[in-house]
């Protein structure tokens, strides 16, 4: 008769609250340090009045500083659960679809006058542009999760349901206290206050999909 007691089942429904709690913290950190590198180019490129040739490629790179030091922030809480996890390629991968997010938010002031266009293509074209922004973030870290045996394709719907979340908390807080001709040391904290905001909310919702995402690696053996 088989010895029951002997087998050791991976524990696939208990919370790792610690991982949690360190993957909230680290990534509301990180992203928070990272935000203020395109809030601070954007505000100076306003200020400046530069133009569209100068201020677009600047705030594309300041968005990859942005998803680099978020990326390597939330690798780095990975990977003390996923050993097998490149954090190099992870954060590399963040930052990426950073710049591919801005490139996007940034497309309809960029892009002219959008008013000669029927409604029907504005609104088809926001509607994609905007799923596109939201899950490419969440696209770019599972092709290196996939890679490594890790997560599946939920990782993208909660990554993009949980920036979702974030953008709105950060247009509640940023839209009304943003006004015309105000000091540019209100209009930097308004920006971090509003940002720090949104990279807790987005680091508490993503918390659950890390959980997630290690204990079904840990139960599968996929280390």
Not at 51 to 77: I, K, T
Not at 100 to 118: C, F, N, Q
């Amino acid at each position: 008769m088989r010895d029951t007691a002997s087998v050791v089942r991976p524990p696939r429904t208990r919370r790792d609250w610690p991982l949690w709690r360190l993957w909230v913290l680290v990534t509301t950190a990180g992203e928070s340090v990272g935000f203020c590198v395109p809030a601070l180019t954007g505000v100076l490129a306003a200020r400046l009045d530069l133009p569209p040739a100068v201020g677009f490629p600047l705030m594309l790179a300041a968005g990859w500083v942005e998803g680099y030091v978020l990326g390597s922030a939330q690798q780095w809480v990975l990977r003390r659960r996923l050993r097998g996890l490149s954090g190099r390629a992870f954060a590399h991968a963040t930052a990426g679809a950073a710049v591919v997010a801005y490139a996007i938010g940034m497309l309809p002031s960029t892009a002219g006058d959008l008013s000669r266009l029927p409604v029907a293509v504005v609104a088809v074209g926001a509607t994609v542009g905007g799923l596109a922004l939201l899950a490419s973030i969440g696209t770019a870290q599972w092709l290196v999760l996939r890679r490594h045996g890790y997560g599946g394709p939920w990782w993208i719907l909660t990554t993009a349901a949980a920036w979702l979340a974030g953008l709105g908390v950060f247009m509640v807080v940023a839209t009304p206290l943003w006004q015309p001709g105000q000091p540019v040391v209100v209009t930097v904290l308004v920006g971090v206050l509003a940002g720090v905001l949104m990279a807790g909310t987005v680091a508490v919702l993503t918390g659950f999909a890390a959980q997630r995402l290690t204990r079904e690696a840990i139960g599968n053996g996929v280390r």
